[in-house]
């Protein structure tokens, strides 16, 4: 179903060290969500035998998500960014400090009115844009947006696979509507069985 809302942005660390099955922090709000872009891009094989396709396959290789945001707190700059903010109150970058990985989830409003909640399970993403213009004859409002990749959890799921991402639609035939108005307070990710 078509959406036409977003809110309710957040991100959470993940706190576990590198190479080792993700453990989330608590997520932390980001302010005024405006847009969220995101796509999968795939790897695809195809085997030729008998003149003809004889094998084809397609998976997931990694995504790439972009997000618009009202504001980026000093506190996100520095969880999501890997910015360091010194002793004077401002804002370092540095090329040779990495953002650290972390998961990002979201709220998105569908046309009946219900919501679509997400959780992106492992997200890099590089430091925000800016855009900054002169002060014309009409107020124009420049906003910071940043792009990342995500892919899939090092942690194999009790049915053996790694999940990149878990959404779940409120209204859907059989949705955990303890889950539902839990979403934010912890990520969510498949609860599959072997």
Do not use: C
């Not at 980026?72 to 040779?96: N, Q, R, W």
């Not at 696979?161 to 934010?184: N, P, R």
Request: aromatic residues 10%.
């Amino acid at each position: 179903m078509a959406t036409i809302g977003l809110d309710e942005m957040y991100y959470a660390k993940i706190t576990s060290a590198d190479n080792a099955d993700e453990v989330y922090d608590t997520p932390k709000k980001m302010a005024g969500a405006i847009s969220v872009d995101i796509a999968k891009n795939i790897a695809e094989a195809m085997l030729a035998a008998d003149n003809r396709a004889y094998y084809a396959n397609k998976s997931f290789s990694n995504g790439t998500i972009t997000i618009n945001l009202a504001d980026i707190s000093d506190e996100a700059l520095v969880d999501i960014f890997g910015a360091v903010k010194d002793s004077k109150g401002g804002i370092g970058y540095a090329g040779d400090k990495l953002p650290e990985p972390i998961a990002i989830g979201f709220r998105a409003l569908k046309a009946n009115g219900k919501y679509r909640y997400t959780w992106l399970l492992r997200v890099v993403f590089a430091p925000p844009g800016e855009n900054v213009q002169t002060k014309g004859d009409a107020i124009t409002y420049t906003t910071p947006s940043a792009t990342g990749t995500f892919s899939d959890q090092i942690k194999k799921a009790a049915d053996g696979h790694h999940y990149h991402q878990y959404k779940m639609d409120e209204d859907a035939e059989g949705a955990d509507q303890t889950t539902i108005k839990a979403w934010f307070d912890s990520v969510k990710e498949p609860a599959v069985t072997a």
